[in-house]
């Protein structure tokens, strides 16, 4: 089992820079590949950002490409978001997950094997 817990949420407005951190424990995670979903009121959860094992192979959705980045310190099993320049339709819950071999070929929340109890971001405008 691993346990996945995220931090770093809050109330930010628009236009600042948040980071989410995902700790995991439980077991290494180091090849596992992990990524961040979202999920805003009345909406079906979203892929956000995914990365590989090896951290060279990263993902994003097109809605945060460009502002969002993903990373993992596989030494600290500990996964991040940086998150910048941000909009109110950022707003969501954000959920850390991760996923053991093998693989499925795309980012889908039913393909994660274990999620967190997700932190919240809210941004204002």
């Known amino acids: 089992q691993v346990q996945l817990v995220e931090s770093g949420g809050g109330l930010v407005q628009t236009g600042d820079s948040l980071t989410l951190s995902c700790a995991a424990s439980?077991?290494?995670?180091?090849?596992?590949?992990m990524g961040w979903f979202r999920q805003a009121p009345g909406k079906e959860r979203e892929f956000v950002a995914g990365?590989?094992?090896?951290?060279?192979?990263?993902a994003y959705a097109d809605s945060v490409k460009g502002r969002f980045t993903i990373s993992r310190d596989n030494a600290k099993n500990t996964m991040y978001l940086q998150m910048n320049r941000l909009k109110p339709e950022d707003t969501a819950v954000y959920y850390c997950?991760?996923?053991?071999?093998?693989?499925?070929?795309?980012?889908?929340?039913?393909?994660?094997?274990?999620w967190g109890k997700g932190t919240l971001v809210t941004v204002s405008s």
């Open positions: 997950a991760a996923d053991a071999p093998p693989f499925g070929g795309t980012w889908v929340a039913a393909g994660m094997d274990y």
């Open positions: 439980g077991r290494t995670i180091s090849n596992y590949r």
């Open positions: 990365i590989r094992y090896s951290s060279d192979i990263t």
